[in-house]
Structures are given as structure tokens and as C-alpha cells.
């Protein structure tokens, strides 16, 4: 039986895999051997087992936890469990890099405010702000409790565009609007709206929003401390500056047009429904997808379609529910907005399958998210 079968030792060599991890494997009952000598203890394993060994390297080396590495061995052939699993780690491995930008652009800027607190410019916007340290007449001077406004920003930050193409989109919008400073950021295909409450300086007469480059909010996030109490912004005349705790930062603004958001807000739903945050999560992590071309830049993307049952509760519905109301949205955008600001209630405002889906948070009015519809293929 030797002869035909490989060594512990061959396997591993074969495969790159070490024998300690192979015998780890075994007792883990991912890789079992064909056969152990029942007198030394030594594993032996069947040449077909060779390719299961280096596919189990290759999913070692892209971080694949130890359930999913089982799930992807013992998948049944055709039936597309292995490509779901690999698919999900690949979304965790995207997901957990830009949080991962995120928090090193956050690092930075609090590492320049450590080593400049005065004069802190992470985003090196100084250089293209206006030479005078004064805005013009026109630049309001507002005051805002720093946590608000640290709530706001976390709750906005998800939908900030990226695309070069658009660069009015690569920012936050904020837009004085009397006793409140609303916050404003989307990509074309999400908004995320907040509200913080102004003191100052407030215009009386509606003023033009400023945009807030992205490298200037993510620098301006970490500026805001939990021992800090208000923050003083000044805005407009092509400037920004923020001033909280004795630190300083302050960058130019583009002078370039935002897209109109009130449009966007500007529906009657047709059914409001209040759910926990968890339980919407958890339904739209386990429930069916579906891969459509109509994503971001027209690449693929996972649809998560929303529907209602029969006693009007909110659910995920699957390849095989019925025909009915619908919206179909995509499903890592939803995801973002579940978690944009961490809330545990969630009031879900849906029009139809081509209107905009609103989810808002109970209590507060002006921070809410809206996703644009997917349009779902006509049946053959």
C-alpha cells in the first residue's frame, strides 16, 4: 500500500506545506491522511490528495480563516459554495484595507498634530490656501460641539467619492443652514446626510456650501478628541480652518460646484418600517445575492434585493421568493450604511424599485443615509 500512496515528508515537499502543519490539518479534519501505520503513527496520503495540499497553501497564504479553508475542501463540485466562500473573504480582505487607509490617514494626521500642534497641515493644503491667515467678509465663523460633529462625520464619511473624474465629490459638503451645519457627502451612487447644531457666525440668508477636501475631514476626524468641547470653523473665501484644544489645522477649498442633494431627498415613500440595526445586518449578511454589471464604473456587484412579507415585516428576499415590492440595492453600500454612525434603530423608508431607499436613524432627523435603486432583469 506504501508504493502507492506519498509520504507525510513527499506531500509536503510537493505542496510547500510543512509536515508539522500538515499533521495540524489532520487533527483539525481538513486534511485527513489515506492511511496511518498503525505501528509507527506515520501518515500516508493519496496522490489525488496532492492537489488538495496546494490548493490549501494558496488559501493559507491569502488569510482564509480555518472554517472557511473546510467549507472550500469539502464544497461539493459544481454546486458554487467554494466560490461564495472565497468571494465573501475577498470583500472582508477590500473592506478591511479601507479601513485600513482610513486609520493610517488618520495616524498621520494625528502624528502632524503632535509634532506641529499649532500648525498642523496633513493634507498639505497650505500651500494652495489664500497667503492672508484672515477669510474674507464672507467666510462665516461657526461654533459646533465637537462630539456632534465627530457623530457626523463618521456618519458621512462611507459615501465620499473617489472617482478622479469627479473631483467635487472627493469631499464633504458643508452647508450652513441657520441654527444647523448640515454635512453632505455621495459618490452618484449613495448620500449620506448629518446635521450638527451651529452657533456664530450663522448667515442668515442661505449661503453656498463649502467643500472640505477628503484628506482635510479625515484630518479634521482626528483633530476632535473626546476631552474637547467645541469646535470654531471658519468657511468660505476658499478656506477652511478648524480650531479645537489649542490645535489649529486649515486647508483650501476647491472652488468647484456640488451636486444638487435636495433632488435626491425629495420623495414620499410608500412604507416606513423601524427595525434593529443588528437584525437588518445580520439578514442581509446571510441572505441571497445576486451578481449583477451594475456596479461602481460598471464593474459586477452583489445585489442584495429587500422585500416585504405578507405581515409587512422588512426581509431579504431569495432567488425563489415571489413576485412583488422590491428594491434591489447593493449589498456593500447597505452594509456601509448599517454601520455608518453604529446606531441601534434603523427606520427604513422605501418608495419602490426605482426609487431612492432612505434609512434613517429614530431621533435623529437630518443624519441619514440614502442608496440609489438597482433595476433588477426583466425574467426570460
Known sequence: MESELHSIGELARASGLGVGTLRYYDGAEVLAPAWVDPQTGYRWYRPGQLADARLLARLRRVGLPLAGIRAVLGAAPGS???RRVLDAHLRRLEDGLADARRELSLIRAMIDQ???PMT????????TAPSSTTPGPAAPRLTVPAGALAAALDAVRFAVGGDPELPSLAGVLFEPDGPVLRLVATDRYRMAFAEVPASGDVPEEPVAGTIVPTPLVDALRALLGPGDAEVALTLGGGLVRAETGGHRIEGAAPDLDYPDHRAVTRFEPEHRITLPAADLRAAVEAGATRTLP??????ECEVTVLTLT???RLAVADDDAPEGFRVAVNRDFLLDALDAGRPEQLRLELGGPIAPLAIRTPGREGTFSVLMPIRLPEPA
Open 310 to 312: 405578507g405581515d409587512g
Open 294 to 299: 451594475s456596479g461602481p464604473h460598471g464593474a
Open 114 to 116: 503632535r509634532e506641529q
Open 80 to 82: 458554487g459554495d467554494a
Open 120 to 127: 498642523t497641515d496633513p493634507a498639505d493644503h497650505r500651500s
